[in-house]
């Protein structure tokens, strides 16, 4: 399995962002797709998440509502719409797949490389 994150860069805050991972899986539809994110010297930290036919997603609690999470089972493609951008979100953000659903989880069995999103004041 491998997943090929895309869509980082460098953007003024109150600008956007959006974030694409194909991923190298059989059956795409099998897997529940997630975004964690991890900023310097910080944890990693769950920021969004899909299921695996997109009828089901979740997010963090500070990106709700400028963030959208979706998904082409057609393209093996994942998607993080990211709008509204504040310098807090500055991190490496990763795309991640697992067989569960689990809203706020940070295990996953399948990791991106990472995209850096940076977001200037």
């Known amino acids: 399995v491998q997943l090929v994150e895309s869509g980082g860069g460098l953007v003024q805050a109150g600008g956007s962002l959006r974030l694409s991972c194909v991923a190298s899986?059989?059956?795409?539809?099998?897997?529940?797709m997630g975004w964690l994110r991890q900023a310097p010297g910080k944890e990693r930290e769950f920021v969004a998440t899909i299921s695996k036919y997109g009828i089901g997603t979740a997010y963090r609690d500070s990106v709700k509502g400028r963030f959208t999470i979706s998904r082409d089972n057609a393209k093996n493609t994942v998607y993080l719409q990211m709008n509204s951008l504040k310098p807090e979100d500055t991190a490496v953000y990763y795309c991640?797949?697992?067989?569960?659903?689990?809203?706020?989880?940070?295990?996953?069995?399948?990791w991106g490389q990472g995209t850096q999103v940076t977001v200037s004041s």
């Open positions: 991640a797949a697992r067989g569960i659903y689990a809203p706020g989880s940070t295990t996953y069995d399948y």
């Open positions: 899986i059989r059956t795409f539809s099998n897997y529940v």
